[in-house]
C-alpha cells in the first residue's frame, strides 16, 4: 500500500469534487468535464496505491490506461494537449510535474491557474531511482552518472548526456519495446522520468525543450534551471 499516493488522490478528489459543485453551480459544462475527469483520475491514484499483492498488480496495466485516458482528457479539455511539461523541484526534495503555457514557478495538484492561465500538476514522489547530488561532481562525472542512471530507469542499450548552456540534450538509445510503447503517450513516461532524473539530480527546476523519436532511439532537450554554464 503506497499511503503518499492514496493520500494525492484523496486531495485531487477533494478539489475535483469541488471544482464539479461549482462548475454545476455557474452551469459550466467544459469546467463539469474537466471535474469529472478529475475525479476519475483521482479514483485510479488511489486505487494504483491500495495496490499491495502480486494478484491485485494484474490489474496495474489497465488502472494506468485509465489513468492515461483521465490524463489526457484534462488535457484537452485545458487545451494542453500539446503544452512542453514541466518539473518543479522542492527543497524538501518533492516533485511536480506541471503542463502548463505559462511559466509557473509553484504549483498544487490538480487543475489550478497562474498568470490567469489553467495549469494541471500532479506529484512525481513514487520514482524508485536513487539520485545522488549531481552539482557535488565535476560535470563530467556528473554528465557519466546522469547517463547511466538515465539508462537503467529507461531500459536503453545506452545513454549518452551533452550540455549545452543552460540545457542538457539526452539521448537514449535502443528504448526497451516496453517503454517504447508509451512513447505516444500525452503524459510520456520516459520524458516524465528524465526531467525528474535531472531535476533530482540538480536541484532543479526542468522543463522540456525538443523531443524526438527515430524508431528506438529517443532524443529529449531539457532546460535546467540551476545549470552552471
Known amino acids: 500500500?503506497?499511503?503518499?499516493?492514496?493520500?494525492?488522490?484523496?486531495?485531487?478528489?477533494?478539489?475535483?469534487?469541488?471544482?464539479?459543485?461549482?462548475?454545476?453551480?455557474?452551469?459550466?459544462?467544459r469546467l463539469m468535464g474537466i471535474a469529472f475527469s478529475s475525479i476519475v483520475l483521482s479514483s485510479v491514484m488511489m486505487a494504483l496505491g491500495y495496490e499491495s499483492s502480486p494478484q491485485e498488480n494484474r490489474f496495474r496495466d489497465e488502472f494506468l490506461l485509465d489513468l492515461e485516458a483521465a490524463l489526457s482528457v484534462i488535457l484537452e479539455d485545458l487545451d494542453l494537449l500539446n503544452s512542453k511539461p514541466r518539473v518543479l523541484w522542492r527543497e524538501d526534495g518533492t516533485l511536480m510535474m506541471v503542463y502548463s503555457k505559462t511559466s509557473v514557478d509553484r504549483a498544487a495538484p490538480g487543475v489550478n491557474?497562474?498568470?490567469?492561465?489553467?495549469?494541471?500538476?500532479?506529484?512525481?514522489?513514487n520514482l524508485k531511482v536513487d539520485v545522488p547530488d549531481l552539482t557535488a561532481l565535476p560535470p563530467e562525472q556528473a554528465g557519466l552518472t546522469v547517463s547511466r542512471i538515465l539508462r537503467e530507469a529507461t531500459k536503453s542499450n545506452d545513454a549518452d548526456v551533452v550540455?549545452?548552456?543552460?540545457?542538457?540534450?539526452?539521448?537514449?538509445?535502443?528504448?526497451?519495446?516496453?517503454?517504447?510503447?508509451t512513447a505516444n503517450y500525452p503524459v510520456n513516461p520516459i520524458v516524465a522520468g528524465v526531467l525528474a532524473v535531472l531535476s533530482m539530480g540538480y536541484r532543479s527546476n526542468t522543463w522540456l525543450i525538443d523531443y524526438k523519436r527515430t524508431g528506438n532511439d529517443i532524443y529529449i532537450t531539457v532546460e535546467v534551471e540551476n545549470l552552471a554554464e
Open 113 to 125: 491557474f497562474a498568470n490567469g492561465s489553467p495549469y494541471y500538476a500532479f506529484p512525481l514522489n
Open 1 to 29: 500500500m503506497d499511503y503518499r499516493l492514496i493520500a494525492v488522490g484523496s486531495n485531487i478528489l477533494v478539489a475535483s469534487s469541488l471544482l464539479a459543485m461549482y462548475s454545476f453551480l455557474i452551469g459550466d459544462g
Open 163 to 181: 550540455s549545452q548552456g543552460k540545457s542538457l540534450r539526452v539521448a537514449l538509445y535502443g528504448v526497451s519495446e516496453d517503454m517504447i510503447a
